[in-house]
């Protein structure tokens, strides 16, 4: 009588075999917000970053009648030059996108650092630095935004710059009253006695707890400097012809608000990603903040 021999069964570790579960766990369990409006952000980087290699016409170029209605040939119709305007809504990402990135980042570095040496420093520095910011904050964020660019020039690099002097002063106040907050907890004042520097105690000790109400301010501030951008174009004192900003083509469409279409692909584009950045802003606001539970 022959013995039959059996193959071992080859168990998987635990984690192994919970991985795919864990991951679809872990997706059910992210807001839907984050993932709407993740969604339609990571659409329009991807669009500012690949653009140039989708094969449409153009966006300077003339291709086609001037001022023809949305057809097969050109989906939004072109403009007054006869542009496609679904081309230059397309490439007015690679304008817009970066500009709401680069501005938010400057304004959260300035503003960051300025407010964190501010509320760990006090006295004299926290003074000088706080009066600067209420100064920055008591004209309307428009308004001086305009003053600065109309000083500056028109072109979007001043533009940008307009829009950081806005913007820092808002993360120097956040991250100042962090700050304070942080420094007071035990956990710094044992640092502090166990002979730790200013520096360490400040960089490790202080500002990692500090940076999820700015990193939430960030993200729904993006929106904001969507629009921002788009009315300093829109009066011209932003990007300047023939650019395929969004802002300079709305202002081009309200000039012959017949034909529509001209205004309709950069006011759409123009919403969907300032509703995508409202939503992820809020969606990460629900994950990160416990108070807002």
């Known amino acids: ?47 500012a970053l690949t653009v140039s290699f989708w094969g449409l016409p153009d966006p300077i170029q003339i291709a086609g009648k001037r001022l023809q209605a949305p057809s097969l040939s050109h989906w939004l119709g072109t ?46 520095v926290d003074g000088i630095i706080m009066r600067l910011v209420d100064v920055t904050l008591a004209f309307p964020p428009i308004l001086l935004a305009m003053t600065i660019s109309a000083t500056l020039g028109p072109g979007l690099v001043n533009a940008a710059i307009a829009m950081v002097i806005v913007w820092w002063p808002i993360y120097a106040r ?21 002979g730790a520097g200013h520096i360490r105690v400040l960089g490790i000790h202080i500002l ?4 999820t109400p700015i990193l939430i301010n960030a993200t729904m501030d993006f929106g904001q400097v969507v629009l921002l ?27 012959r608000f017949y034909s529509w279409w001209v205004a309709f692909g950069p006011g759409m584009a123009i919403l969907t990603l300032v509703l995508g950045f409202s939503f992820l802003g809020d969606g990460l606001r629900d994950m990160l903040d416990p108070r807002s539970k």
């Open 1 to 47: 009588m022959t013995a039959s021999v059996s193959s071992p069964a080859v168990s998987l570790p635990a984690n192994v075999a919970r991985s795919g579960l864990s991951f679809g766990r872990r997706l059910r369990q992210v807001p839907l917000p984050v993932l709407v409006g993740g969604s339609v952000v990571l659409f329009w980087i991807i669009t």
């Open 79 to 124: 403009d007054a030059l006869g542009r496609d305007v679904l081309s230059r809504t397309l490439y007015g990402a690679v304008y817009s996108v970066p500009i709401a990135i680069g501005v938010v980042a400057a304004g959260v570095f300035i503003g960051a650092t300025l407010g964190a040496i501010a509320g760990y420093v006090g006295g004299v």
């Open 174 to 194: 956040l991250m100042r009253a962090q700050v304070l907050e942080v420094k007071e907890r035990e956990h710094v004042e044992a640092a502090i006695a166990g």
């Open 208 to 211: 990692p707890l500090c940076w």
């Open 229 to 255: 951008a788009a009315s300093l174009s829109f009066i011209g004192l932003g990007a300047s012809p023939p650019t395929p900003e969004w802002g300079s083509m709305i202002s081009e469409g309200a000039a």
